[in-house]
């Protein structure tokens, strides 16, 4: 049996950003993805510039052979109504493409890795786990997304849980269809619901388009994605003839979740512990920052992984994702009545300086928030930000 300090199940950006701080800190691990890299993952692609400060990445050495378009500004509306271009002359935000992104991490972590190898058994022998009956570790982290086999393990259930649910389409653009596209790569789209409960977004990468919506209830998402796409073409802003699939996913929210994160020798991290951020359902950097946060706290554990040793990392996360703003607009979509909400959403989305200073400064951007233990002396945009 093959014998490791740490086991990760699950190779997407939490567990590989886990893997890279747990290598780095001299400890031995393992990740086992039940998919062989690169693989596609349903999702928009967007980043914010934390990210890649976050784990040390140089933008131009990622950029060389691999997708990373700058975005300089944003077009929001509520569908339908005045569109309101905001400009920072700067890059805010970074459009990539997840399966070269997720490989690039997955690769660098410096892990052992076991691709195409689902965690199937999970067995408690004393203090160590054995998972697939031939990995021994005394810390095991779940990181295998909203249906983590290691969450369900500890008690989740999805099927009772709120998540957001979001489908999107990504695709290369030709001909005509490329010539006619009126949508920009530094100038993405947001289009908000008009009852608020969630947006459609257009993000130009290059010649590559990602289109999708995401929603804070589940019920009829398909004809709101119907409705969307019926705008876009209508608008003339994309050409979707034929109109593409949209594969779909769910994802569970920050502060929505009662997931156990943490327990003897175990702990959950990214979607899998539930971190995306409520008002922009960004989950990328809140997958990271869960797996250098629940890094650190096995580091400082010093092999004695018990449940009061690893409640330090409930904390953390807390601390970190507990103060985001947006649950007044949340309260609003929620509980108001559905015609009061979109009178007060599209109110809201004609102001100008609501849209820059409330909408992408701080739900979009979280342009407050430094990001977490920068690896560069030069903390660029978020430190300028701040
Ligand atoms: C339509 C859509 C659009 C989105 N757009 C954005 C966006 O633009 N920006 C953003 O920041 N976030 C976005 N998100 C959210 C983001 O995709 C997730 O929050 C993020 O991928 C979470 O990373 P993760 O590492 O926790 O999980 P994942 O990226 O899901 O990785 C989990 C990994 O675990 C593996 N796995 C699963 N089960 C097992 C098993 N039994 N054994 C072994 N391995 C297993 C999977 O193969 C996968 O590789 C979007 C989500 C959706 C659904």
Same mark, same amino acid.
């Given at each position: 049996?093959?014998?490791?300090?740490? %086991?990760?199940?699950? /190779?997407?950006?939490? #567990?590989?950003?886990?893997?890279?701080?747990?290598?780095?800190?001299?400890?031995?691990?393992?990740?086992?993805?039940?998919?062989?890299?690169?693989?596609?993952?349903?999702?928009?692609?967007?980043? &914010?510039?934390?990210?890649?400060?976050?784990? #040390?990445?140089?933008?131009?050495?990622?950029?060389?052979? !691999?997708?990373?378009?700058?975005?300089?500004?944003?077009?929001?509306?509520?569908?339908?109504?005045?569109?309101?271009?905001?400009?920072?002359?700067?890059?805010?935000?970074? /459009?990539?493409?997840?399966?070269?992104?997720?490989?690039?991490?997955?690769?660098?972590?410096?892990?052992?890795?076991?691709?195409?190898?689902?965690?199937?058994?999970?067995?408690?022998?004393?203090?160590?786990?054995?998972?697939?009956?031939?990995?021994?570790? $005394?810390?095991?982290?779940?990181?295998?997304?909203?249906?983590?086999?290691?969450?369900?393990?500890?008690?989740?259930?999805?099927?009772?849980?709120?998540?957001?649910?979001?489908?999107?389409?990504?695709?290369?653009?030709?001909?005509?269809?490329?010539?006619?596209?009126?949508?920009?790569?530094?100038?993405?789209?947001?289009?908000?619901?008009?009852?608020?409960?969630?947006?459609?977004?257009?993000?130009?990468?290059?010649?590559?388009?990602?289109?999708?919506?995401?929603?804070?209830?589940?019920?009829?998402?398909?004809?709101?994605? /119907?409705?969307?796409?019926?705008?876009? $073409?209508?608008?003339?802003?994309?050409?979707?003839?034929?109109?593409?699939?949209?594969? /779909?996913?769910?994802?569970?929210?920050?502060?929505?979740?009662?997931?156990?994160?943490?327990?003897?020798?175990?702990?959950?991290?990214?979607?899998?512990?539930?971190?995306?951020?409520?008002?922009?359902?960004?989950?990328? !950097?809140?997958?990271?920052?869960? =797996?250098?946060?629940?890094?650190?706290?096995? &580091?400082?554990?010093?092999? !004695?992984?018990? $449940?009061? !040793?690893?409640?330090?990392?409930?904390?953390?996360?807390?601390?970190?994702?507990?103060?985001?703003?947006?649950?007044?607009?949340?309260?609003?979509?929620?509980?108001?009545?559905? =015609?009061?909400?979109?009178?007060? =959403?599209?109110?809201?989305?004609?102001?100008?300086?609501?849209?820059?200073? %409330?909408?992408?400064?701080?739900?979009?951007?979280?342009?407050?928030?430094?990001?977490?233990?920068?690896? $560069?002396?030069?903390?660029?945009?978020?430190?300028?930000?701040?």
């Amino acid at each position: 049996m093959d014998s490791y300090d740490v %086991v990760i199940a699950g /190779g997407g950006p939490a #567990g590989s950003s886990c893997a890279w701080k747990l290598q780095r800190s001299g400890l031995k691990t393992a990740i086992l993805d039940r998919q062989i890299f690169p693989r596609h993952k349903v999702c928009g692609g967007w980043i &914010t510039p934390a990210v890649l400060d976050e784990l #040390g990445i140089d933008p131009a050495e990622y950029s060389t052979g !691999r997708v990373l378009q700058p975005i300089t500004g944003f077009r929001t509306s509520y569908m339908g109504g005045r569109e309101i271009e905001t400009h920072y002359g700067r890059p805010v935000s970074y /459009g990539i493409r997840r399966f070269e992104f997720d490989d690039y991490l997955l690769k660098r972590s410096g892990a052992t890795l076991f691709e195409g190898e689902s965690l199937t058994r999970l067995e408690r022998s004393g203090r160590e786990w054995i998972v697939n009956g031939r990995l021994r570790s $005394r810390m095991l982290v779940g990181a295998g997304g909203t249906f983590c086999p290691v969450a369900r393990f500890l008690g989740a259930q999805v099927s009772r849980e709120t998540v957001v649910a979001a489908q999107e389409a990504e695709f290369e653009m030709q001909g005509r269809q490329l010539s006619e596209c009126a949508i920009r790569g530094e100038v993405p789209e947001l289009y908000f619901c008009p009852d608020l409960k969630g947006y459609g977004w257009c993000f130009r990468k290059g010649n590559v388009m990602n289109v999708g919506l995401g929603r804070l209830d589940r019920h009829c998402l398909s004809k709101h994605v /119907g409705e969307f796409l019926k705008f876009l $073409r209508v608008t003339g802003k994309l050409s979707l003839d034929p109109a593409p699939e949209l594969p /779909g996913h769910a994802y569970l929210l920050f502060g929505e979740t009662a997931r156990d994160v943490a327990g003897e020798g175990v702990l959950l991290i990214g979607d899998a512990a539930g971190v995306a951020y409520a008002q922009s359902g960004e989950g990328i !950097r809140p997958a990271i920052e869960s =797996g250098l946060l629940a890094a650190d706290v096995i &580091t400082e554990a010093q092999g !004695r992984y018990t $449940r009061e !040793r690893l409640e330090r990392y409930r904390f953390l996360l807390a601390e970190r994702f507990g103060k985001s703003g947006g649950r007044l607009v949340r309260s609003i979509a929620q509980h108001l009545p559905a =015609g009061l909400a979109t009178a007060i =959403g599209r109110r809201l989305l004609l102001n100008d300086w609501f849209v820059r200073r %409330v909408v992408l400064d701080e739900w979009f951007l979280h342009r407050h928030e430094r990001a977490l233990h920068s690896s $560069r002396a030069d903390q660029s945009w978020t430190a300028n930000a701040a």
